[in-house]
């Protein structure tokens, strides 16, 4: 194997216009000579020139000049226009536009000003940055100078979500999660969550769908499984928890997480956290176990992993937290939709104690009610067998009582007790 390729050597702005000038003064070359010059000696030593500008002594420099502008207070009419100039300077990627914008400080700058921008200016600096967010080190840059938390604006807004994915804002935070492997960037997790969430009221159909199985197809599913892998000692679990569930929309990409050994990681964080007494990473590691549940593949995944006995430890862990308890009961509940063995298995686990219990313990708790209701009815549609074992330890009356108390609860009181098969269920 031959040696590995060496780092391009590097000079500064000042040093070059001051190898410029001496050409000028000392060898008597005029200012385009001595350019030249300079330019053709630094490049047969193996200096990178990219960011540097190479205009003759006395020219100006179209970026450096609309950068200046930027930097002056401007009006918004003024402010878009230079950040449309911008735009069009950098997509132009054989004038190295864009690495002399962000050798001179562009990506901050645009940053800062979408800060400030709404409307139609926010669109026109994001295409700014767009532009010139182009490398390694201007995606650095990006994420050092809170450029993720930008995205974050888009919270409810249908319109600024489209916008970013024309930016490809999907593949700008690929990149920057792979060339950060392993390092916590709660900012980029956030920002996959707020592009991927139905949030926006205003409009009947979201984009966020076909949004996820964009990022999906870059990989973000395997990327994210990688960062749960540091468990609770890592402070962004919770966030990427979240971002993953996002991100977990179809059949297909609920299989691949598990693949990647998505579920095992979620299992033992889940164990982790009832080890740590941490509710709130408990909720949210059963909330996305809930959504990879949805898938039948999975189902079979999370049970032959002792699923169903890990949920109820988890919940005698967290006996006196309805959040919690919800939360794992509308995981077994899933798990044993149609499927009449995961219902028996969950009842030799102690599913059935569970809603007992909890519907004893929380009789205000209108979601916990309703949760237990659901997971009531999974248990016994084609298990009749449980029927019989549920009704033997008072779950009727519970049912009736949570039907009465939260109107809530209702239409799944009332499917629970139509499927165990007591009379006057509909009363």
Do not use: W
């Not at 919270?155 to 930016?167: C, I």
């Not at 009449?340 to 004893?360: H, K, T, Y």
């Not at 209702?410 to 269920?425: P, S």
Request: aromatic content about 2%; hydrophobic content about 40%; charged content about 25%.
């Amino acid at each position: 194997m031959g040696p590995g390729k060496a780092a391009a050597r590097t000079i500064s702005q000042q040093a070059f216009d001051e190898m410029v000038q001496e050409n000028i003064d000392d060898l008597g070359m005029d200012p385009t000579e001595a350019l030249e010059d300079a330019i053709q000696t630094l490049t047969l030593q193996g200096v990178d020139l990219s960011g540097i500008v190479t205009c003759v002594p006395g020219e100006s420099n179209p970026v450096m000049e609309c950068l200046g502008k930027l930097r002056e207070e401007k009006t918004l009419p003024e402010t878009v226009e230079l950040l449309d100039e911008l735009s069009v300077l950098c997509r132009d990627k054989a004038s190295g536009n864009a690495a002399i914008a962000t050798k001179n400080g562009a990506v901050a700058l645009v940053i800062s000003i979408c800060s400030k921008l709404r409307g139609g200016g926010l669109a026109s600096a994001l295409n700014a940055m767009a532009a010139v967010v182009h490398d390694l080190q201007s995606s650095e840059t990006f994420k050092e100078n809170g450029g993720p938390k930008i995205v974050v604006a888009a919270t409810g807004n249908e319109v600024l979500k489209e916008s970013f994915m024309d930016l490809k804002i999907d593949e700008l935070i690929v990149k920057i999660l792979k060339e950060h492997n392993g390092e916590s960037i709660p900012s980029i997790y956030d920002a996959i969550r707020v592009i991927l969430s139905s949030d926006d009221n205003r409009v009947v159909a979201s984009q966020v769908f076909g949004y996820a199985r964009k990022f999906a197809k870059l990989g973000i599913a395997d990327i994210l499984v990688d960062s749960l892998r540091a468990g609770l000692s890592s402070p962004c679990l919770i966030s990427a928890t979240i971002a993953l569930k996002v991100v977990a929309v179809n059949d297909e990409i609920c299989r691949s997480i598990a693949y990647n050994g998505g579920i095992d990681v979620i299992l033992r964080c889940v164990d982790d956290s009832g080890v740590q007494g941490n509710s709130a990473v408990a909720r949210a590691c059963c909330s996305l176990l809930s959504k990879l549940a949805g898938s039948d593949v999975n189902k079979s995944t999370i049970v032959e992993m002792q699923g169903m006995d890990r949920l109820v430890n988890l919940s005698a862990r967290f006996s006196d937290d309805p959040l919690v308890l919800q939360e794992v009961m509308l995981i077994i509940c899933t798990l044993c939709l149609r499927s009449p063995e995961n219902a028996a298995r969950a009842i030799e686990s102690g599913a059935g104690d569970l809603a007992v219990q909890a519907m004893q313990k929380f009789p205000q708790s209108d979601q916990l009610q309703r949760s237990s209701c659901f997971m009531i009815r999974n248990l016994v549609v084609r298990n009749p067998e449980n029927r019989k074992l549920l009704l033997s330890h008072g779950i009727e009356e519970l049912i009736r009582r949570a039907k009465q108390s939260h109107k809530s609860c209702k239409d799944a009181a009332t499917d629970a007790l139509r499927d165990l098969g007591v009379d006057n269920y509909n009363s």
